[in-house]
């Protein structure tokens, strides 16, 4: 006869093994005893190792980088500096300073040459997401999931909804703009090159000066968890960090050189592309610099890390509500054994 809960405690091995092995490359836990295959005391205490490795998983909330390069591929590079490779090979374009992720954990790339944005699923998978202005610098989304552009060549801001379809949202207050940034409010800030200003946006597409401070040719802007925008000061080789209400100061000026993009991971450290040396350089929410990663033989662009409130269910979690199934399963098996 079909035993149901060899079944179940199957299934539940597959879906382990699956989740498990697909987490290993997102720097998450690596491997899971393969309990649900173990009968008896010897597989209790197995589940419960596994459960024990869930719990001691250091790095489970660990954010990995995606790393535009001027060879056409996008990189993943874990919390730790090693590049892991190819994660997508993307459509001969170039991406400058600015891409981003949606909360469905989509990345969204335009490209400058081409007039264009492509999307690429979690999984790699790239396709044209819709056609731009000219000359497509920067690129943020809001909490909508709108994907807003700065086109470079028209000095206009344009709005693209979910399904792809686009409207201008600003012209006014808008001269050759580069980097894009959107706050918590999605208030939409644009750093303007033509003049070496940033220009805040309300939602409804209203533009207003924030700041004409420590500018000079400004690249990708983002923004910390307390509202803080940094933006790449190209020429100046250095990061402003710009307050909410717009007070300016010098973030860095250390180990920059020909700096483009920029992204903030979820502990507000600061990771920013030097062009001229093809390396990353990571900043502490203090300013204190390292070199995180470096490509031979390409350069890196354009910088983004996933959402931090990406609702895809957590590893941990999963581990131990599946150990806790198996576990009771493999007591049951076991009493019912006893009992013949």
């Known amino acids: 006869r079909i035993d149901i809960l060899d079944a179940i405690m199957e299934g539940i091995h597959i879906v382990f093994k699956l989740l498990f092995t697909h987490q290993e490359s997102?720097?998450?836990?690596?491997?899971?005893?393969?309990?649900?295959r173990l009968n008896g005391i010897c597989g209790s205490f197995t589940v419960f190792a596994a459960l024990a490795i869930t719990f001691a998983s250091p790095v489970a909330n660990a954010q990995n980088l995606y790393v535009f390069l001027n060879d056409s591929t996008i990189h993943r590079v874990t919390p730790g500096g090693t590049d892991l490779g190819v994660w997508a090979n993307t459509a001969a374009g170039i991406a400058n300073s600015n891409m981003a992720f949606d909360s469905a954990g989509n990345l969204y790339v335009p490209y400058t040459n081409t007039n264009v944005?492509?999307?690429?699923?979690?999984?790699?998978?790239?396709?044209i997401f819709a056609t731009t202005g000219s000359i497509p610098a920067g690129l943020a989304i809001d909490s909508a999931n709108?994907?807003?552009v700065t086109n470079y060549g028209d000095s206009t801001i344009q709005k693209f909804t979910p399904g792809g379809?686009?409207?201008?949202?600003?012209?006014?207050?808008v001269n050759k703009p580069v980097g894009i940034a959107i706050d918590s409010a999605n208030n939409v800030y644009a750093a303007n090159s033509g003049d070496n200003t940033i220009e805040k946006f309300?939602?409804?597409g209203t533009g207003s000066l924030f700041s004409s401070a420590g500018f000079s040719f400004p690249r990708g802007m983002n923004f910390d968890s307390s509202g803080n925008l940094y933006a790449v000061n190209q020429s100046g080789n250095l990061v402003e960090k710009y307050t909410p209400g717009g007070t300016a100061s010098v973030f860095t000026s250390i180990g920059l050189s020909t700096p483009d993009g920029?992204?903030?991971?979820g502990s507000n450290n600061v990771f920013v592309t030097n062009e001229s040396d093809s390396y990353i350089e990571k900043f502490t929410p203090g300013g204190v610099g390292s070199s995180f990663v470096s490509f031979s033989g390409?350069?890196?662009?354009?910088?983004?890390?996933?959402?931090?409130?990406l609702s895809v269910p957590e590893p941990n979690a999963i581990a131990i509500?599946?150990?806790s199934i198996c576990t009771a399963g493999l007591m049951i098996r076991k009493r019912r054994r006893d009992k013949k």
């Open 26 to 36: 997102e720097n998450r836990i690596s491997y899971v005893p393969n309990a649900c």
């Open 321 to 323: 509500v599946a150990s």
């Open 202 to 204: 309300t939602p409804g």
């Open 298 to 309: 390409a350069t890196p662009y354009a910088l983004a890390f996933q959402r931090s409130s």
């Open 262 to 265: 920029i992204a903030i991971d």
């Open 117 to 127: 944005i492509e999307k690429f699923t979690p999984s790699g998978v790239g396709s």
């Open 165 to 173: 379809v686009g409207s201008i949202f600003a012209s006014t207050g």
């Open 146 to 148: 709108n994907v807003f």
